[in-house]
């Protein structure tokens, strides 16, 4: 596994070894001490969750706050645009984002650490996507920043219109939303 540090260094890109040959692939999706090791920490993962979205689908950019969750995500079928931002008061990339391309075909997985919102837009017909998570779903726990908040400018690729519940439709911008200390 290749791990990369992204433009914060907190999120982490990694990247399996992949064994390919005429009949298919193999790759170990997780390993828990060398996820312990590529991120210096010792991490329980408590929940896992898969969701199938059809394309234009935009979820989130979820977090909660009480009982923040960390999240290493990846794609199993079809191809997203992920995103993470710092809600972290005291970072220094404090409102900053990351954004990545996660498919089924390049197989790399985003972990996203406690104190992070989160979203995706599916960019193919349909995608599933997989993410562990270190904390247990609390829905009155839950919070929504705003997809498009012009203070973040998360570059969305272009000419979409996404597709948002009604929970997205009414996030809140940076300025509006609890974050954490």
């Avoid at 839950?142 to 570059?155: A, F, M, P, Q, V």
């Amino acid at each position: 596994m290749k791990v990369a540090a992204t433009a914060i260094p907190d999120v982490l890109l990694l990247e399996p070894t992949i064994y390919q040959d005429e009949r298919g692939f193999f790759f170990e999706s997780f390993n828990q001490k060398r996820f312990d090791d590529a991120t210096r920490r010792n991490v329980c993962f408590v929940q896992d969750n898969h969701s199938r979205s059809a394309r234009h689908v935009l979820r989130g950019l979820h977090y909660q706050i009480r009982r923040p969750q960390g999240k290493l995500v990846r794609v199993i079928s079809g191809e997203v645009f992920d995103v993470a931002v710092d809600l972290r008061r005291s970072s220094p990339t404090f409102g900053k984002f990351v954004s990545i391309v996660l498919s089924a075909a390049n197989k790399k997985q985003l972990w996203i650490p406690e104190g992070f919102a989160h979203g995706f837009l599916v960019l193919s017909d349909a995608a599933e996507f997989l993410y562990k998570t270190t904390d247990y779903y609390v829905p009155d726990d839950e919070r929504c920043l705003i997809w498009n908040d012009s203070g973040i400018g998360i570059d969305w690729p272009k000419g979409i219109e996404p597709i948002l519940s009604a929970k997205d439709r009414l996030g809140l911008p940076l300025g509006k939303v609890e974050v954490f200390a």
